[in-house]
């Protein structure tokens, strides 16, 4: 079975940090990452 391929997709990951007073949500999908900061943690909750 040497030319088995695996179809086997990841979860993005997901991660919310605060600094400075402004929060940050990471995402990582597909090897790429994206960040989206917030003035508010509820809305950066909600976007995560």
Known sequence: M???QSNKVDPP???VVEA???WFV???E???AT????ELEAFALTFA
Do not use: H, L, P, Q
Not at 35 to 38: D, L, P, V
């Open 2 to 4: 040497d030319n088995v």
């Open 13 to 15: 990951a997901i991660e």
């Open 20 to 22: 400075c007073g402004e």
């Open 26 to 28: 990471r995402v990582v």
């Open 30 to 32: 597909d090897g790429k």
């Open 35 to 38: 960040t989206t900061s917030f």
